[in-house]
């Protein structure tokens, strides 16, 4: 496989040192692996830190801004962060105010998230968590007890980020941001496998002429492998998969996400699929962001979520946000 790097071990810490002169606006400390925005701690507001395995970008460190994150905490390609670094951004984003950690549902996430609040807790920062668990294509998978956390995520960190910035106390953020995660739901559809740099090949085989319906984004196994299916066919199957569970009342926001090889051409034909079934099954659509942003290395494919929102939430959405991977209203 060509890649686009030096060598697999200083992938990270180049990408790292990469967003550093890219992102001012940024602080990245490449050697413990933080990612804080330059203005933290902001005064009279509560924090907001994520992170999880790297490959999946602009998730987390793409996120982190006004509006958004106020630091993220990136492991190794698809290998959790470690305590260490979540205490360390901790210490780096909290006024007194509080933090509160978005952690996707995987279970070295989960732990490793879980010993960090508990050492942060330890030095007097007051810790409160949110699990994303949005994934609707399977009930257990290779990593995790329970479903996975994937698309939803970006809804999570921008709804709770704009809310923490208005400066609504920490109970109320954590509280928004579950319920932004109890009315999203997500389904993914691997067109190709992808390849982490230490592999330098494909950490999955999927024969030519198949795709893979539920993929995960480590590339963990979904419900099913068919022969290649029509974008049309496939938003049918992925879009009632996601209404079979979700059943909004109102309308939705809508995520229409690449997996990181899909060019924006396709995903935007795919986007207009996804409307299209929207419609036939009634659902209005509040907003729609398309693009690569929970992505899975160089897999090729694409995920749908939907956000059931009311108006409360539907303003948070819109509120400015100023990130690496995500800005409007600034």
């Given at each position: 496989?060509k890649?686009?790097?030096?060598?697999?071990?200083?992938v990270?810490?180049?990408a790292?040192?990469?967003?550093?002169?890219?992102?001012?606006?940024?602080?990245?400390?490449?050697?413990n692996?933080?990612?804080?925005?330059r203005?933290?701690?902001?005064?009279d507001?509560?924090?907001?830190?994520?992170?999880?395995?790297?490959?999946?970008?602009?998730?987390?460190?793409?996120?982190?801004?006004?509006g958004?994150?106020?630091?993220?905490c990136?492991?190794?390609?698809?290998?959790?962060?470690?305590?260490?670094?979540?205490?360390?951004?901790a210490?780096?984003?909290?006024n007194?105010?509080?933090?509160?950690?978005?952690?996707?549902?995987?279970t070295?996430?989960?732990?490793n998230f879980?010993?960090?609040?508990?050492?942060?807790?330890?030095?007097?920062?007051?810790?409160?968590?949110?699990?994303?668990?949005d994934?609707?294509?399977?009930?257990?998978s290779?990593?995790?007890?329970?479903?996975?956390?994937t698309?939803?995520?970006?809804?999570?960190?921008?709804?709770?980020?704009?809310?923490?910035?208005?400066?609504?106390?920490?109970?109320?953020?954590?509280?928004?941001?579950?319920?932004?995660?109890?009315?999203?739901?997500?389904?993914g559809?691997?067109?190709s496998?992808?390849?982490?740099?230490?592999?330098?090949?494909?950490?999955?085989?999927?024969?030519?002429g198949?795709?893979?319906?539920?993929?995960?984004i480590?590339?963990?196994?979904?419900?099913?492998?068919?022969?290649?299916?029509?974008?049309?066919?496939?938003?049918?199957?992925?879009?009632?998969?996601?209404?079979?569970?979700?059943?909004?009342?109102?309308?939705?926001?809508?995520?229409?996400?690449?997996?990181?090889?899909?060019?924006?051409?396709?995903?935007?034909?795919?986007?207009?699929?996804?409307?299209?079934v929207?419609?036939?099954?009634?659902?209005?659509?509040?907003?729609?962001l398309v693009?690569?942003?929970?992505?899975?290395?160089d897999?090729?494919?694409?995920s749908?979520?939907?956000?059931?929102?009311?108006?409360?939430?539907l303003?948070?959405?819109?509120?400015?946000?100023?990130?690496?991977?995500?800005?409007?209203?600034?």
């Open positions: 496989m890649m686009l790097i030096n060598v697999a071990e200083t990270v810490a180049d790292l040192r990469g967003l550093a002169a890219s992102h001012p606006e940024l602080t990245v400390d490449v050697e692996r933080v990612v804080v925005r203005d933290a701690p902001v005064p507001k509560v924090a907001l830190i994520s992170g999880g395995g790297s490959g999946h970008e602009p998730l987390h460190g793409g996120f982190v801004g006004a958004m994150l106020d630091a993220a990136p492991g190794e390609v698809f290998t959790s962060p470690v305590p260490d670094q979540m205490v360390r951004a210490a780096a984003v909290d007194g105010k509080g933090v509160l950690f978005v952690v996707k549902n995987y070295g996430d989960v732990l879980d010993m960090a609040a508990e050492l942060a807790e330890d030095e007097g920062i007051q810790v409160a968590k949110v699990l994303v668990d994934d609707v294509a399977v009930s257990d290779t990593h995790t007890a329970g479903r996975r956390g698309g939803a995520t970006l809804f999570v960190e921008k709804i709770a980020g704009a809310a923490a910035e208005e400066g609504a106390p920490l109970e109320r953020v954590e509280a928004i941001a579950r319920r932004v995660n109890a009315c999203s739901r997500s389904f559809v691997a067109l496998p992808c390849s982490t740099p230490a592999k330098g090949g494909p950490t999955f085989e999927l024969p030519a198949e795709l893979e319906l539920g993929v995960g480590h590339g963990e196994p979904g419900r099913e492998r068919r022969a290649m299916m029509t974008s049309r066919e496939i938003a049918d199957y992925a879009v009632d998969a996601v209404l079979d569970d979700l059943r909004p009342d109102n309308p939705v926001l809508v995520l229409v996400n690449g997996m990181g090889a899909t060019p924006q051409l396709e995903l935007y034909g795919f986007a207009a699929e996804v409307h299209r929207l419609g036939e099954r009634r659902v209005a659509v509040a907003r729609t693009g690569n942003y929970v992505t899975s290395l897999m090729a494919g694409a749908v979520t939907l956000c059931q929102v009311d108006e409360d939430l303003r948070l959405w819109d509120a400015p946000v100023r990130t690496a991977g995500l800005r409007w209203g600034c």
